[in-house]
């Protein structure tokens, strides 16, 4: 079955390092992957999209590679800030267009410390 | 714009009552779902709708019910509360094209004791 891994352990980094975190999935090829942020208490928030035939996108201080051939999305933050500590969400999606089920991993909950 | 808003944000049932979470969003989306969050585990569909009158059944539809009777509202409808349903709730709508991204409303934290 479709299966999404990402750290389930609590990444504790420094104020102004790059947090790297990690999406690993199994037993599909997705056409896109999406990165969703979630603070305490609320709703995931939308991040960024990378498409199946992008190695690197990027927006302000982050940025997301995919690697088809290891099936595996990184996701970074650079010059990292105590406002960047939330949990970071992936979810592939198999389909291009039209209505995905989405399947999301658990998270990595990243907190940066001043 | 709203958003997506979610009633009502708490909600504590016993075993075997029946009640509706309301969903709405102001957006003019067609795609619309209904998520459960458990602690250590990712959201995991229940219910989703690609347009009025359409819904179908997402990884874990069992013991919920949907319709979608105009492009703005999504109500899920749990027939008989039981302890396992207790999550929570998202309900998000999302794009057809773009970034396909969901905007999530802030949620139902539901208790049934």
């Known amino acids: 079955s479709q299966k999404i891994e990402q750290n389930s352990e609590a990444l504790n980094i420094q104020e102004g390092k790059t947090a790297t975190l990690t999406c690993n999935y199994t037993?599909?090829?997705?056409?896109?992957l999406q990165w969703y942020r979630q603070d305490p208490g609320r709703g995931p928030v939308f991040l960024l999209l990378?498409?199946?035939?992008?190695k690197e996108k990027r927006k302000e201080r982050l940025k997301v590679t995919f690697d088809t051939t290891l099936k595996q999305s990184l996701f970074h933050i650079t010059a990292s800030q105590p406002a960047d500590s939330a949990t970071y969400l992936c979810?592939?999606?198999?389909?291009?267009?039209?209505?995905?089920?989405?399947?999301f991993g658990a998270g990595t909950r990243l907190a940066v410390h001043p | 714009n709203a958003g997506v808003t979610q009633t009502p944000k708490f909600q504590v049932l016993k075993t075997g009552q029946s009640m509706t979470l309301q969903c709405a969003q102001d957006?003019?989306?067609?795609?619309m779902s209904w998520y459960r969050q458990d602690p250590g585990m990712g959201l995991r569909l229940i219910h989703y709708?690609?347009?009025?009158?359409?819904?179908d059944q997402g990884e874990v539809p069992n013991g919920y019910n949907v319709s979608r009777s105009t492009t703005e509202d999504f109500p899920l409808r749990l027939l008989s509360a039981a302890p396992s349903q207790t999550s929570v709730y998202f309900c998000?709508?999302?794009?057809?094209?773009?970034?396909?991204?969901?905007?999530f409303g802030p949620g139902t934290r539901l208790t049934v004791t």
């Open positions: 998000a709508s999302s794009q057809e094209t773009g970034n396909y991204e969901q905007y």
């Open positions: 037993n599909y090829s997705p056409a896109y």
């Open positions: 990378i498409r199946e035939n992008e």
């Open positions: 957006m003019n989306h067609e795609y």
């Open positions: 709708s690609v347009g009025a009158g359409i819904t």
């Open positions: 979810a592939p999606a198999p389909f291009s267009g039209g209505y995905n089920k989405l399947i």
